[in-house]
């Protein structure tokens, strides 16, 4: 009899112990926060309120990245795809600019066009650089200017050094997992999403 009470007793402590390891811990609260910005389509929206109720993939760019930006944005399209054969719904894309001197709602329009985004549950947006500063420091992702090029015109262009990220927020506007947005598991973020759902 002792032995069949140790035997419940650690089944009991070990489904325990890997169920928790299953649970999405918060890693920020920023659903008090709210930060006005405006989408592609010039229309005020306000971050992370938009997405409340809702689950959110969230994703840091600037148009004129060479190569992790155009990869997250290509990752965080193959996301919506996997999730929507899965039939999974309640779900809101976010891509926030941290150039906003550039990334006027236009220019995050035909971005998004470059890269075949659907824009039913997919927004783009920027806003005030102030305001994107505080935004950023809020969500825990760095983004800086480094290196600048003169080009033939005589203008000059610059690049970000910035934080690889997609973001998982939870409907009350918890951050609860952060992934390298240019090579995210998409299998794993959509186990993800379905456990917050």
Same mark, same amino acid.
């Given at each position: 009899?002792?032995?069949?009470?140790?035997?419940?007793?650690?089944?009991?402590?070990?489904?325990?112990?890997?169920?928790?390891?299953?649970?999405?811990?918060?890693?920020?609260?920023? #659903?008090? *926060?709210?930060?006005?910005? $405006?989408?592609?389509?010039? +229309?005020?929206? =306000? &971050?992370?309120? @938009?997405?409340?109720?809702?689950?959110?993939?969230?994703?840091?760019?600037?148009?004129?990245?060479?190569?992790?930006?155009?990869?997250?944005?290509?990752?965080?399209?193959?996301?919506?795809?996997?999730?929507?054969?899965?039939?999974?719904?309640?779900?809101?894309?976010? #891509?926030? *600019?941290?150039?906003?001197? $550039?990334?006027?709602?236009? +220019?995050?329009? =035909? &971005?998004?066009? @470059?890269?075949?985004?659907?824009?039913?549950?997919?927004?783009?947006?920027?806003?005030?650089?102030?305001?994107?500063?505080?935004?950023?420091?809020?969500?825990?992702?760095?983004?800086?200017?480094?290196?600048?090029?003169?080009?033939?015109?005589?203008?000059?262009?610059?690049?970000?050094?910035?934080?690889?990220? $997609?973001?998982?927020?939870?409907?009350?506007?918890?951050?609860?997992?952060?992934?390298?947005?240019?090579?995210?598991?998409?299998?794993?973020?959509?186990?993800?999403?379905?456990?917050?759902?």
């Amino acid at each position: 009899m002792k032995n069949i009470t140790k035997i419940l007793l650690f089944t009991f402590v070990a489904q325990f112990f890997f169920s928790c390891m299953d649970e999405l811990d918060t890693i920020n609260d920023i #659903s008090k *926060s709210n930060f006005a910005l $405006i989408n592609q389509d010039s +229309i005020h929206a =306000n &971050f992370p309120s @938009l997405i409340k109720g809702k689950v959110g993939i969230v994703g840091y760019i600037f148009t004129n990245c060479p190569d992790i930006c155009p990869l997250t944005t290509n990752n965080m399209r193959l996301i919506k795809e996997a999730l929507e054969n899965d039939k999974i719904t309640n779900v809101e894309f976010v #891509s926030i *600019s941290f150039d906003p001197e $550039i990334d006027k709602p236009g +220019i995050l329009k =035909n &971005f998004s066009k @470059l890269h075949n985004v659907q824009f039913s549950n997919w927004e783009f947006l920027t806003g005030e650089k102030e305001t994107i500063k505080n935004l950023l420091k809020e969500v825990g992702v760095v983004a800086f200017v480094g290196d600048s090029v003169l080009i033939k015109d005589s203008s000059y262009t610059y690049l970000y050094v910035h934080t690889d990220r $997609i973001q998982l927020i939870d409907q009350d506007g918890k951050i609860r997992k952060n992934y390298l947005g240019s090579q995210i598991n998409i299998d794993e973020i959509v186990e993800d999403v379905k456990k917050l759902l």
